[in-house]
């Protein structure tokens, strides 16, 4: 897209304009707490969660007493699917890969995922 904009600029076809200030909404500064997961959402919302934090702040959850990053995940039949986690000091690995050699207690959050 942008490679279609940039000529057009640049040839004066396209003009630019003032933004509407009603139309202007505001967001607070991000801190790291923010990407922490309230499993009381629902599954679209941590979804939409995870994919907005990608990067910064990141989106995390505890399991045990670890925090766990989720890299990536999405959503099946209305269902949230973790793809790619991490646990604090290890490397991300499939979620599917993470919870075959998971061997602490099941965390309450669990049954918000499917597998």
Known sequence: ??????PQMQSGRVQP???????????HKF????????WQKSPQEIDRQVR????????FTTIGDKR???HQAHLDSGQL???????EGK?????????????????DW???VKF
């Open 1 to 6: 897209m942008l490679m279609e904009l940039l």
């Open 17 to 27: 304009f003032q933004q509407d200030e009603s139309q202007v909404s505001f967001s």
């Open 31 to 38: 801190k790291k707490e923010d990407g922490k997961i309230d």
């Open 52 to 59: 907005a934090f990608c990067g910064w702040p990141g989106t």
């Open 68 to 70: 766990m990053i989720i």
């Open 81 to 87: 699917v973790l793809d790619v986690v991490q646990i």
């Open 91 to 107: 490397n991300p690995v499939f979620w599917t890969d993470f919870w075959r050699g998971y061997k602490g207690p099941k965390p």
């Open 110 to 112: 669990l049954k918000k």
